[in-house]
């Protein structure tokens, strides 16, 4: 039951009904409370919806529950740089790369970013700092 409440709430999301999508995801966590891909899911709505508190709690929760969730690691990587949380961003995406270490094309674009903030404010030593902790990476 798990499972078709998940997949019928992305299907209904992708239908445009994104409420009734996470009406769908929530009943699936009534289920089976522990379902990461559940988790994950309302994650990726929360994020749609603008509601990045929330997102970033099931992102979370979908990692707690599956530690092999590179997507959610990498999704809440987004969400910290997206909030100038770069020291977590780059936490997050370390983990993700750690998982699955094809996320490095999206490191690759996190450096390209940073690199923009250095040439718009050259003494802002945080971001070389953390363009440094994401060449390590990407490098390893």
């Not at 936490?91 to 750690?98: P, R």
């Not at 674009?109 to 994401?134: C, D, F, H, R, V």
Request: hydrophobic residues 45%.
């Amino acid at each position: 039951m798990t499972i078709y409440l998940t997949d019928l709430g992305t299907k209904v999301k992708l239908e445009g009904d994104i409420n009734r999508g996470v009406a769908f995801y929530k009943k699936a966590l009534y289920y089976n409370w522990h379902y990461a891909d559940t988790m994950y899911n309302l994650g990726v709505a929360y994020g749609e919806m603008l509601k990045f508190d929330m997102a970033i709690v099931f992102y979370e929760l979908a990692f707690h529950f599956n530690p092999h969730c590179a997507e959610a690691c990498n999704n809440l990587g987004v969400i910290y740089k997206d909030r100038d949380n770069l020291d977590k961003a780059v936490e997050c995406y370390q983990l993700a790369l750690g998982i699955k270490p094809n996320f490095s094309g999206k490191m690759d674009a996190a450096a390209s970013m940073i690199e923009k903030a250095i040439i718009a404010n050259p003494t802002y030593a945080e971001a070389y700092n953390n363009l440094g902790l994401l060449l390590s990476l990407i490098d390893n």
